[in-house]
């Protein structure tokens, strides 16, 4: 079975300050897929990133960054100089790559609180 | 602009009653999705479907029912058999079987009910 674990239920911090957020899976595929998605407070979930099992070259884009580690089993996600914008709660999830039905395991979410 | 459009957006139903929520995407997408969402616990699969006239359950599916009668729409009833339906509700899409793929979600419809 695929578990996603975000252990950080809400971070608070102050703008311009970097975050981490922490994201630790299990699975048993060879092949996987791990996601970042950003729920604002308007709902809508929104794709950020996807990196398959195979890649684990790290990722930038702007002030994102991703760090995939496989030894660690964890996909953790910076963001650099945090503005209030970046309030949101941001979900990891997985997808094996075995075939079949595409049925996603998402952790619980991590609410990042930027205050001005 | 191709998307999921869900509705409606607010839904406040009396106690006893069955809602149908609206999940309608114009992606051309093959697999489409329910979750519920409720505060801390991320979100749980109700039904999803990955062809027209199939559907298979997911992890809380006891007090909701499908259908997916055209490719483009997957509505959701909530039953009045679910004892807790007062949540937040998000339908997805996604293109293909493989994993490779992003979800696209719809804005949600959150469900109170009185």
């Known amino acids: 079975a695929q578990k996603v674990t975000q252990a950080q239920t809400e971070i608070s911090v102050v703008e311009k300050e970097d975050v981490t957020l922490d994201c630790v899976y299990e699975?048993?595929?060879?092949?996987?897929?791990l996601f970042w998605y950003k729920q604002p407070p308007s709902g809508e979930l929104v794709f950020l990133i996807r990196?398959?099992?195979?890649?684990?070259q790290n990722e930038i884009s702007g002030r994102y960054s991703w760090n995939f580690q496989k030894s660690t089993s964890s996909f953790n996600f910076t963001i650099t100089a945090s503005q209030v914008v970046d309030s949101a709660v941001y979900f990891c999830a997985l997808s094996g790559g075995s075939g079949g039905s595409y049925i996603p395991t998402f952790g619980r979410g991590t609410s990042l609180i930027v205050h001005p | 602009d191709g998307g999921i459009t869900q509705s409606p957006k607010y839904l406040f139903r009396k106690e006893g009653q069955n809602v149908t929520l609206s999940c309608e995407q114009n992606l051309n997408h093959d697999a489409m999705y329910w979750y519920r969402q409720d505060p801390g616990q991320g979100l749980r699969l109700i039904y999803y479907s990955q062809i027209v006239n199939d559907f298979q359950k997911g992890d809380i599916a006891e007090g909701y029912s499908v259908s997916r009668e055209k490719k483009e729409s997957f509505p959701l009833t909530v039953t009045s058999a679910q004892k807790n339906p007062t949540a937040f509700y998000l339908c997805a899409s996604l293109t293909s079987l493989a994993g490779a793929n992003e979800q696209f979600f719809g804005p949600g419809t959150r469900l109170t009910v009185l």
């Open positions: 990196r398959n099992s195979f890649d684990e």
């Open positions: 699975t048993r595929d060879t092949t996987y897929y």
